[in-house]
């Protein structure tokens, strides 16, 4: 029967793959020749191959990246304004009536970049705007893939203060928003996908979840990649919004992978200086959660900071980041998981 499953899985997504390959064949003509119509009807049709809910998410990974290769070639297309004769306000009007939604927004993400990049519309604008209509797509696969290709074309044009997209002094605010904001759905969708099926597959579940794992842990990192993102900003706006998404969404396998990606992408001078907000949120983390292995690594992260200058000492002293550990594992020793 297993057998089965994995030659059917074949069989769709060479189904698929074809399908992108046929359409892309017609899209690369209209291409060569600037019709612009034909080239949006054709490359609509390739991203319906995406509309796919058969395969798994290794699977569907090796149809997305077909599909994204082919955007690609289509974004090029979009930035010369002179080939199409279309404005980048009007196509970006324009795609929005492609007939299906998933399609219609992997389009609609591709003339974004161009736009953002065009500076006919503020960045922040168009970046809301887009975030915001990612939600219609509501399949756990189907949306993370989706989100993770508007944080791959957005992570460039993103209003940082050290960046050409920066606008009025909000924006760096602005650039945090739109990427916690994509954290957050995706993370959603992410835990979403344990609810499917029966509970008797939980083990191939959790191995698929994980499977996805860093495309939601990728948007801490870009996080932690935002020059405007200060301690003051770290501390009072990003770690808590990030901390609440994880502790709200009640579950083992994405608190345990958040909480660690935290510890890894963040600077150790911001862990030692939010310590208390950071060890507050381990006792409110699922009972199953490995914590003490959590607590060890951002121990072991925050003794090679110490060790690498004298001058930090003063800092851990001051912050009473020992007395804070010990705290801190006295409460995990009552949240360690059963053998």
């Known amino acids: 029967m297993i057998g089965d499953g994995i030659e ?20 690369h003509r209209a291409l060569d020749s600037d019709n612009l119509r034909e080239a949006l009807k054709f490359s609509a049709q390739l991203l319906s191959e995406l509309r796919t809910s058969r395969l798994s998410p290794h699977k569907y990974y090796e149809l997305y990246m077909r599909a994204f290769d082919e955007l690609r070639k289509l ?21 929005q009536h492609a007939g299906n939604i998933l399609p219609r927004l992997y389009l609609l993400c591709t003339v974004g970049s161009v736009y953002i990049k065009s500076k006919d519309a503020p960045a922040k604008d168009v970046l ?17 893939f989706l989100r993770s290709y508007l944080a791959q074309v957005s992570r460039d044009k993103l209003p940082d203060i050290v960046s050409e997209y920066e606008g009025d002094a909000d924006s760096v605010m602005d650039a945090v928003d739109f990427v916690l904001q994509n954290f957050i759905e995706m993370n959603k969708l992410w835990v979403r996908m344990q609810l499917q099926g029966p509970v008797r597959v939980k083990e191939k579940r959790d191995k698929e979840r994980n499977e996805l794992r860093d495309l939601v842990g990728k948007n801490l990192h870009v996080l932690s990649q935002i020059e405007g993102v200060d301690l003051d900003m770290y501390k009072d706006t990003v770690l808590p919004r990030v901390l609440e998404q994880v502790v709200n969404c009640k579950d ?67 912050v009473e980041a020992f007395a804070k550990f010990s705290s801190a594992i006295g409460k995990a020793s009552f949240n360690v998981p059963p053998e």
């Open 8 to 27: 059917d899985e074949d069989k769709w997504l060479a189904e698929g793959i074809a399908g992108i390959q046929h359409n892309a064949f017609y899209m």
């Open 75 to 95: 974004e090029i297309f979009f930035k010369e304004e002179d080939r199409h004769g279309c404005s980048i306000p009007d196509l970006y009007e324009l795609v």
């Open 252 to 318: 083992e396998l994405a608190q345990y992978y958040l909480m660690d990606c935290i510890i890894q992408v963040f600077p150790d001078e911001y862990h030692l200086q939010t310590l208390e907000t950071l060890l507050g949120a381990y006792p409110q983390l699922q009972p199953t959660v490995d914590i003490k292995t959590v607590l060890s690594q951002l121990m072991d992260r925050l003794s090679n900071y110490a060790a690498s200058s004298p001058e930090v000492l003063p800092e851990f002293l001051q």
């Open 128 to 144: 809301k705007d887009l975030v915001e209509m990612c939600r219609a797509v509501q399949h756990p696969i189907r949306g993370l």
